[in-house]
């Protein structure tokens, strides 16, 4: 990497924030699209009349799944097209309640742009048809009718290997940058580290193109490292990493969370990104606590950081309207791809839903780290029975978080250099203005790709040589 001034890394993440806007526009070119074509935008002008209206009244209206309507109600409304109004507060975890009392609204003037295809000469929705790939979309609009999603899978076979690509390349900058020195390293109190040290075992439940596993397992030449996914498409991607990095203490193995099974008990299990894509994640939690842990072993998730309120989410996630195009063609069609499926979607693996969820799955020790990711949450907990009882809080697990940063200088650098980066206020003078935004409040223009973390991989992808 070249070495850059202040000035020109400044450049560089002004840079970044604009190309992610990009980004942005995509995702809610494709809502403006699925809208268009359900009719949704015309119904509630000239139907529903204006009118405040539920996403049950307009699924209802629309003859179309609640679920599916609701997320881009959500969605066209992060980015500012719809007016929406908060009902009853209820957890955005996708159910029935999440959100049914939430009313919605096009204003006339919106509907002039989005609605009026008959003497508008402003009308423009017709415009976004090209902009999705076409299968996709249509795949999409299936599933307001039937409110069953699609698999990972489906879409690599439509896409090839290029669509799990693109999501080891998002996602895959800060897995490699981060993963071993900024979040294993603090597991369980370093326990996790030793362990694979020393020849322990770990799985990457829904390891998708299998970046972190073939990055532990070339972290960590003693341990024994397994992946499952039920993409083979992706895994295929993993296989061939691993094979052209000379990586041989890792293996891929086709399967779904909830029902894959192991001869061997993992030291530790993480899955990344993956829970709130999953159509039962209830179920995977409950195989990783009963059957694929050892007792006291750790579960590590990685998963958005959204609060448990959709009005909460649109004051502090700059990059909503973009996760709800990803929740559409991605995250709540893979949570729905089974007609169980309890359809979380890009937002709905909360810490509410978390905590619960993980509890009712037998977990103990539940715990919230703060890695400074702005984009992510990390739950660490442990299955029962270990041999000491970690009575852990949020001190002490921020603290080793901290080591952790101090340790890495390679991290540390990076991540102070990021726009993001709330460090420690130099006491100097108190008139100096803060140098980095508050990460907590304002993650957008950053954006978290596909619940990617790119906030932080803003900071990792300055790490030049170890990327
Ligand atoms: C956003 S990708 C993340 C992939 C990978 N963990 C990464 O960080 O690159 C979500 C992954 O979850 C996987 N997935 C979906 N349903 C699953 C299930 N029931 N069990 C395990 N993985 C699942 C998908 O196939 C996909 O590879």
Redesign the pocket.
């Known amino acids: 990497m070249a070495a850059l001034t202040p000035a020109e890394q400044k450049q560089v993440r002004r840079t970044s924030g604009m190309i992610w806007s990009y980004k942005t526009g995509q995702m809610v070119a494709l809502q403006i699209h699925l809208a268009d074509r359900i009719n949704l935008f015309k119904a509630m002008a000239y139907e529903l009349n204006y009118e405040w209206v539920t996403a049950n009244q307009v699924a209802k209206h629309l003859g179309l799944k609640r679920r599916w309507v609701m997320e881009l109600l959500r969605g066209l409304t992060a980015a500012k097209i719809l007016e929406y109004q908060e009902g009853n507060e209820s957890v955005n975890d996708g159910s029935a309640s999440d959100g049914a009392t939430d009313t919605f609204r096009i204003t006339p003037v919106v509907a002039e742009v989005v609605a009026n295809e008959v003497d508008s000469l402003s009308f423009n929705a017709g415009a976004f048809s090209g902009g999705v790939d076409p299968m996709l979309a249509d795949k999409i609009i299936e599933s307001f009718h039937t409110g069953v999603g699609f698999?990972?899978?489906s879409r690599s076979l439509l896409g090839g290997e290029q669509s799990a690509e693109q999501?080891?390349r998002m996602?895959?900058v800060w897995?490699k940058g981060a993963l071993v020195d900024e979040v294993l390293a603090v597991l369980n109190n370093g326990k996790v580290t030793e362990a694979l040290e020393n020849g322990g075992a770990i799985l990457?439940?829904?390891?998708?193109?299998g970046?972190?596993v073939n990055t532990l397992g070339a972290a960590f030449p003693n341990a024994t490292v397994h992946g499952?996914?039920?993409?083979g498409v992706?895994l295929g991607v993993g296989r061939k990493d691993a094979k052209n990095a000379n990586i041989n203490n890792v293996s891929f193995f086709k399967g779904?969370?909830?029902s894959y099974t192991s001869d061997i008990k993992y030291d530790a299990v993480i899955c990344?990104?993956?829970v709130h894509?999953?159509?039962?994640p209830d179920l995977?939690l409950q195989n990783i606590c009963k059957n694929l842990l050892k007792p006291g072993g750790t579960l590590m998730i990685k998963d958005i950081k959204s609060t448990g309120s959709f009005k909460k989410n649109l004051e502090t996630m700059g990059n909503l309207p973009m996760i709800y195009g990803f929740s559409l063609s991605?995250c709540l069609a893979?949570a729905t791809s089974t007609p169980d499926g309890m359809g979380l979607g890009t937002t709905g693996f909360n810490p509410i839903v978390a905590e619960r969820m993980c509890g009712e799955a037998g977990f103990v020790n539940f715990h919230q780290h703060d890695f400074r990711d702005p984009a992510n949450l990390y739950y660490e907990m442990q299955s029962p029975g270990g041999s000491t009882s970690m009575t852990r809080n949020a001190t002490s697990a921020s603290m080793a978080s901290k080591k952790a940063f101090k340790k890495n200088s390679a991290v540390r650098n990076a991540i102070k250099r990021s726009p993001l980066y709330k460090g420690k206020k130099k006491k100097k003078s108190k008139k100096k203005r803060k140098k980095y935004p508050d990460l907590s409040n304002n993650p957008g223009p950053y954006f978290c790709a596909?619940?990617a973390g790119l906030n932080l991989m803003q900071v990792t992808c300055q790490r030049g040589s170890k990327m």
Request: charged share 25%.
């Open positions: 698999t990972y899978e999501t080891k996602l895959g897995t990457d439940c829904g390891c998708g193109a970046v972190a499952t996914d039920p993409d992706a779904f969370g909830e990344m990104d993956i894509d999953t159509p039962r995977i991605m893979s596909c619940c």
